[in-house]
């Protein structure tokens, strides 16, 4: 039935979930589901997986913006249906994945997929920079620091070799968060890239009591900066200016106080996390950069700059190690040495904790 705006729970169709997962699976997946012996490489962007029954599936990673128009979708699909019977899937990190399952239709769909210039470039697979995880930026969200999509577009231009080669000691997840709500995985990656204030909210006084729960806003500081106030007749709240380090979190809580700004915001970097549990325990990523302006539309000290840290752990750190693990075996003091990048007083942390981050030991390296 048509929607009926007058009746608007009439043939209200509600709670039905997602469609089966295994629905979409190739026949070739459905069959072999639960019986794979091993995989390989066979170059970057493309792999094999070989059942039990020998059956073999050869699957090709193609790069995504993430964000894409119907259009695109469509020529996916229409991939999909030239090459693959109509199947296709999405990765983890927004990566597309066609899947073949004989040997003699790979280089076909290679072929097709290069000829589109590059618009399904090959790669993300072993020791490369695959997809950037990343978020909404100015393209939609309310509390964004910085872009998402400009950035990411820019980075990956600039590391565009990392993408489609394996020439890294292991993988590199880079992934940008626009604020640090970090939708994402900005706290868990080897290069994160985060938005970030420098300035505090605006308080519009005549509107916080109209539009915001205060107690809420209040309770929404991780420093405690925010307390009520009257101004006039009307109830409001003030902000210990010392006490706010610029979170935003009382602006997602209070539309009344507005805190991006185009001179204050801008991007940390950050590094040295991960989730795996090979070799060592997964790790948060930690402060590198304090702070670069925002540059659009090409951010190029922020491009720069991650490039030269994927140089310097390239050259630098052993075959398997995560950034994160290099940093850990070389010492902090020698990754800011290597990589060039300035130590500030915001690297030391002060939140809480803190204590636990310091160093407890006369062990170091001038
Ligand atoms: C796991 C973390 C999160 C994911 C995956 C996520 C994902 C999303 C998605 C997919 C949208 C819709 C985007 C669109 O329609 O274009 C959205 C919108 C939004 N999210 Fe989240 N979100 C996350 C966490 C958060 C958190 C923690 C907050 C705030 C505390 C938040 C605040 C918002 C807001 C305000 C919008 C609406 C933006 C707008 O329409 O202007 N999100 N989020
Ligand atoms: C102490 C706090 C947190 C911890 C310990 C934590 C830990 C993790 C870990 C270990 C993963 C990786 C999971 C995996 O790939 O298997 C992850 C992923 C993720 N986290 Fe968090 N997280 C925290 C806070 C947050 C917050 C505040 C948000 C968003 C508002 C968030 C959003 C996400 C999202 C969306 C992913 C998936 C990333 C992806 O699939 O690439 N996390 N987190
Ligand atoms: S990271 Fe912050 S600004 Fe970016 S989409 Fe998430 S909530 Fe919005
Ligand atoms: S921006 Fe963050 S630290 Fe500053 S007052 Fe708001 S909630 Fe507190």
């Given at each position: 039935m048509p929607f009926d705006p007058n009746d608007i729970m009439k043939d209200r169709i509600t709670d039905i979930g997602p469609p089966k997962y295994d629905n979409f699976f190739p026949p070739y997946i459905k069959e072999n589901y639960g019986k794979w012996k091993y995989h390989e490489i066979l170059e970057p962007g493309v792999l094999v997986h070989v059942a039990e029954t020998g059956a073999?599936?050869?699957?090709?990673?193609?790069?995504?913006?993430?964000?894409?128009?119907?259009?695109?979708?469509r020529e996916v699909c229409e991939i999909a249906d030239k090459h693959c019977g109509g199947y296709v899937r999405w990765t983890?990190?927004?990566?597309?994945?066609?899947?073949?399952?004989?040997?003699?239709?790979?280089?076909?769909?290679?072929?097709?997929?290069r000829s589109r210039g590059n618009w399904f470039p090959m790669g993300g697979t072993g020791a490369s920079v695959t997809n950037i995880v990343h978020t909404q930026g100015?393209?939609?969200?309310?509390?964004?620091?910085?872009?998402?999509?400009?950035?990411?577009?820019s980075v990956m231009d600039e590391l565009f070799d990392y993408f489609g080669?394996?020439?890294?000691?292991?993988?590199?997840?880079?992934?940008?968060?626009?604020?640090l709500n970090m939708c994402g995985a900005v706290h868990c990656s080897d290069i994160a890239i985060l938005g970030v204030h420098r300035k505090p909210p605006f308080?519009?006084?005549?509107?916080?009591?109209?539009?915001?729960?205060?107690?809420?806003?209040i309770a929404a500081c991780p420093t405690a900066?925010?307390?009520?106030?009257?101004?006039?007749?009307?109830?409001?709240?003030?902000?210990?200016?010392?006490?706010?380090?610029?979170?935003?979190?009382?602006?997602?809580?209070?539309p009344?106080?507005?805190?991006?700004?185009?001179?204050?915001?801008?991007?940390?970097?950050?590094?040295?996390?991960?989730?795996?549990?090979?070799?060592?325990?997964?790790?948060?990523?930690?402060?590198?950069?304090?702070?670069?302006?925002?540059?659009?539309?090409?951010?190029?000290?922020?491009?720069?700059?991650?490039?030269?840290?994927?140089?310097?752990?390239?050259?630098?750190?052993?075959?398997?190690?995560r950034i994160g693990e290099w940093i850990e075996?070389?010492?902090?003091?020698?990754?800011?040495?290597?990589?060039?990048?300035?130590?500030?007083?915001?690297?030391?942390?002060?939140?809480?904790?803190?204590?636990?981050t310091w160093r407890t030991t006369t062990q170091f390296k001038f």
């Open positions: 073999e599936v050869y699957t090709v990673r193609t790069g995504a913006p993430r964000l894409m128009s119907v259009d695109y979708i983890t990190r927004n990566n597309i994945e066609f899947m073949v399952d004989d040997k003699s239709k790979l280089q076909p769909l290679i072929d097709d997929l100015w393209v939609h969200c309310h509390t964004p620091a910085i872009d998402a999509s400009g950035i990411v577009k080669s394996h020439k890294l000691p292991a993988q590199v997840r880079i992934s940008l968060a626009c604020c308080v519009e006084h005549d509107r916080v009591q109209n539009v915001c729960e205060i107690p809420l806003v900066a925010i307390k009520p106030k009257k101004v006039g007749d009307r109830k409001s709240v003030e902000i210990n200016q010392n006490r706010c380090m610029f979170c935003g979190n009382c602006y997602t809580m209070c009344a106080l507005p805190i991006a700004d185009g001179d204050g915001d801008g991007i940390a970097l950050w590094v040295g996390g991960k989730v795996s549990n090979s070799r060592t325990a997964p790790k948060f990523s930690k402060l590198a950069v304090p702070y670069i302006p925002n540059e659009p539309p090409r951010w190029p000290t922020v491009v720069q700059t991650i490039k030269k840290i994927v140089e310097v752990y390239a050259s630098d750190a052993r075959r398997y190690e075996r070389i010492g902090w003091e020698r990754f800011f040495e290597k990589t060039g990048l300035e130590f500030r007083h915001e690297h030391i942390d002060d939140y809480r904790l803190a204590m636990t």
